[in-house]
Structures are given as C-alpha cells and as structure tokens.
C-alpha cells in the first residue's frame, strides 16, 4: 500500500501506511527504510515548497498552518529516529541513513525557526551529518560513496544557508569533492550517475560560493 501511495503521490496516506509498519517492527529492511524516508521527504517537500513561495505573499494563515504541519513532521521524524530507528540498527549502513535523515529534518526546522529552537535543531543538525561521517570513516566506506556525498552536500548547505558561515562550507564541499575524485576512477559502473550527479551539485556551489568569498575579499579590501 506505502508503494501504492508513492505512485500515486498521496504522500499523506503514504506516511499513515509507514507509521503502522513502524508500530509493529523496531528495525525496518532496506525497502521499508526507503519507502519512509520517500514519505517523509515529499511530504515536508511539498510544504517547504510552498512555504517558500508563501513568504512572497501575504496569507499569514495558510503561512502558519504550513510551518505548523512542517514542524509537526519534522519533529516526530526526529522522535523517531532518536527513539527508535538509530538504537535499534544493527547496520551501519543504516545507521548512516538515520543520522543523514536526522541531520536534514534539523535542518529544515532550522530553515523556519527561530531563538532557542532554531539553535537546537542547527547544533543537532551538524551534529548528525559528523556523526554519519564518522561511521562511514569508521567502516571505510569509499569517498565517491554517493551517500557520503548527499550527506557532505548537505552537510554545507547546512553551514551555508543556515549557519552563514560561507568559509565552512567551502571547507566541506572542496574536501568531499576533491577526496571522490580521486577515486572515481575505479568506481563501480551502476554507481558512477549517482556519485557524479552529486560531485556536480558539490561543482556548482563550490563556483557561487567561492565567487560570493572573492567579492567578499574584495570588498574588505576597499574598506
């Protein structure tokens, strides 16, 4: 049924459907694993989506009732997560799943919060991305691994957009770009798009960011 609704796109039904199998297991497959992070990340998606385009407008309502269903999902991912997911996994495969997720759902919380909250859940956030990095440096997973590139992508965009902290960014960003590639070339072939599509999104900041650093540079020099 959880497939069901992803085809469909009812991602509200999709998350009813993950929740139950959640009630009735304490560690989930790799499918079930993914179907929930699916359901979680479209259903926050359409309302970030949203969100962004309401702070244009003026509907102050609708605005509200979007960042109180975002922070509604976002946190009982997280409870989720904590509770649940990250002490019962036995893989660390799975564990780097869990804390990438607990990493980008901080994330958005941070995206809309504010005071103590928006502190918390930045501080968690960068927290959970070192701490999947840590496993993965820990269990040799491979630089060019695209889950260890998603993690750094978002792991900068963390300390770009929500920290404003341009310098740190970079540092992550240029690191896990330059590490992945020197060892593509011995990559395995079905997961070679996957690990460069990423590195290309890793490419692409690196080039606004360090252009956005040189102007920044230039300007305090003229000062």
Request: a negative charge; glycine letters at 2%; aromatic letters at 8%.
């Amino acid at each position: 049924m959880a497939k069901l609704s992803e085809q469909t796109e009812r991602f509200d039904e999709m998350l009813d459907y993950m929740k139950k199998i959640l009630d009735m297991s304490k560690e989930l497959k790799d499918e079930e694993r993914n179907l929930l992070s699916i359901a979680y990340k479209n259903y926050v998606s359409q309302r970030r989506t949203a969100w962004r385009i309401k702070i244009l407008g003026h509907n102050k309502i609708l605005f509200k009732k979007i960042e109180s269903e975002m922070e509604k999902a976002c946190t009982e991912i997280l409870q989720i997560l904590d509770v649940s997911l990250i002490p019962n996994s036995s893989s660390a495969e799975a564990k780097i799943f869990y804390y990438k997720m607990k990493g980008d759902y901080n994330r958005y919380l941070s995206e809309f919060s504010s005071g103590q909250l928006l502190q918390k859940a930045s501080s968690e956030a960068i927290r959970s991305y070192e701490d999947a990095i840590n496993i993965l440096d820990q269990n040799n997973i491979r630089k060019d691994d695209a889950l260890r590139l998603g993690i750094s992508l978002n792991h900068s965009v963390m300390y770009y957009e929500i920290k404003d902290d341009l310098k740190s960014a970079i540092k992550i960003a240029k690191q896990a770009f330059q590490d992945a590639l020197q060892e593509l070339e011995d990559i395995e072939e079905e997961k070679y798009k996957d690990s460069t599509t990423i590195m290309q999104l890793l490419r692409d900041n690196l080039t606004v960011w360090q252009n956005e650093l040189d102007e920044q540079n230039e300007r305090n020099m003229l000062k």
